[in-house]
């Protein structure tokens, strides 16, 4: 039977601790089903969805802290990785307004709509008072959802945008 939790490590970064990190899961019967790494400085912190093997985590998530000590770890136990979604980048552009980053995430979430990353962006308009904006977006869309409806989806906020997609 194999276990999955969620691992959040954060602390100070230092050259192939990513790669270590991962060569101690893989030596204790893990693998990583996702990750994400941010770094900033002399700083990083990553969340990482670990599946292993065995079916008992405490060995591995005591193995890392033990091996890092340096770093801080949190644990949270986790479902099977999930197939139903596909993977989806979309960008959008339209006219800024307060509030607007808030009504996106609250739409996608009420669709079933996981956002992995975004970056928005707010472009000021030379010459008017108006202001653009722009989001990139990755998603994790329910594999019946098509691009049609999500288009359909943001119609609904009223933005007049204009929305492309790439898988």
């Avoid at 093997?53 to 099977?80: H, I, M, V, Y």
């Amino acid at each position: 039977m194999q276990a999955c939790f969620i691992s959040t490590v954060s602390g100070p970064f230092s050259p192939h601790l990513i790669a270590d990190i991962a060569k101690i899961t893989r030596q204790s019967g893990g693998h990583w089903l996702s990750s994400k790494i941010i770094r900033i400085d002399d700083q990083f912190s990553a969340m990482m969805k670990v599946e292993v093997s065995s079916g008992d985590p405490e060995p591995l998530q005591d193995q890392l802290e033990s091996t890092f000590p340096q770093l801080r770890f949190t644990f949270e136990e986790a479902g099977p990785q999930k197939t139903e979604h596909r993977i989806l980048s979309l960008t959008l552009h339209c006219a800024d307004r307060s509030g607007l980053t808030h009504d996106i995430n609250t739409l996608f979430d009420g669709l079933d709509i996981a956002i992995t990353h975004q970056e928005n962006n707010r472009v000021a308009v030379m010459g008017s008072n108006e202001t653009v904006y722009q989001a990139k977006l990755q998603l994790e869309v329910p594999q019946a959802m098509t691009d049609d409806d999500i288009a359909g989806a943001l119609d609904t906020l009223n933005i007049n945008h204009r929305v492309s997609f790439s898988e």
